[in-house]
């Protein structure tokens, strides 16, 4: 168990719809990632948060968005969904921004979203 | 450009044997960290192994080694004493530093399967 917990594990809907993928890092962690994970493209980075502010940005589709609450837990938001938005989308933590050394990211367990 | 390359889609191995999985990389950055991740059919990405660009000896996990060849930027996996549960994904993914973050730039992985 990573410490990183992501809700819901599964996610089924229909194109056109928008859903909201929910992160909690892991306790002190103050950077949170999204990745993207699918057959076609690979794992890619979407997305990075700071404690609150957004730090850089991957190949996130302006579909997507997120944001980091004050209490560090994370969201991200998919909206007109299509067919090939169907993905295992990874949050992960990490301590700090990441000013070199180790700094490893935890990985939480996935949202499986399937687009019918 | 890809930045890293992982050329072997998939690998066997007799249980108890070592095997060893390629990556190789491209970066300017003279500061970056190369990481391994084993992803399970179960979905989980669960971190192996750490290398820095500074580190001058080869990084040690339990049964898992990198061969760290800088000047070849390759970052090869050392697997020893194969196990059936070492079957699954294994990716290579690198963090520098461009841009200010420090997100992980994965290759396409590498698909082990230990045969008893």
């Known amino acids: 168990d990573s410490g990183v917990t992501q809700t819901p594990k599964h996610l089924i809907t229909a194109t056109g719809q928008r859903v909201t993928l929910r992160c909690s890092p892991r306790?002190?962690?103050?950077?949170v990632y999204w990745y993207q994970q699918s057959l076609d493209q690979g794992l890619q980075f979407l997305i990075q948060?700071?404690?609150?502010?957004?730090?850089a940005k991957g190949n996130i589709l302006e579909r997507f968005s997120a944001q980091q609450f004050p209490d560090l837990h994370s969201e991200l938001n998919l909206s007109s969904l299509e067919l090939g938005d169907s993905a295992l989308y990874f949050c992960?933590?990490?301590?700090?921004?990441?000013?070199?050394?180790?700094?490893?990211?935890?990985f939480g367990p996935g949202t499986r979203l399937t687009v019918l | 450009a890809q930045k890293i390359t992982q050329t072997q889609p998939g690998m066997f191995v007799q249980e108890k044997e070592a095997v060893t999985l390629d990556c190789t990389y491209d970066?300017?950055?003279?500061?970056?960290?190369l990481f391994w991740y084993k992803q399970p059919s179960s979905g989980e990405m669960i971190f192996l192994i750490y290398?820095?660009?500074?580190?001058?000896q080869n990084a040690t996990e339990g049964r898992y080694s990198l061969n760290f060849q800088k000047a070849r930027k390759s970052a090869n996996l050392v697997i020893s004493a194969s196990q059936l549960g070492d079957s699954a994904m294994y990716f290579c993914?690198?963090?520098?530093?461009?841009?200010?973050?420090?997100?992980?730039?994965f290759g396409k992985g590498t698909k082990l399967s230990v045969i008893p």
């Open positions: 290398q820095g660009s500074y580190d001058q």
């Open positions: 306790s002190g962690d103050l950077s």
């Open positions: 948060y700071y404690n609150g502010e957004e730090r």
């Open positions: 992960a933590s990490s301590t700090h921004l990441g000013t070199g050394g180790y700094n490893e990211q935890f």
């Open positions: 993914a690198m963090r520098d530093s461009g841009a200010g973050s420090y997100q992980l730039t």
């Open positions: 970066t300017s950055d003279p500061s970056y960290g």
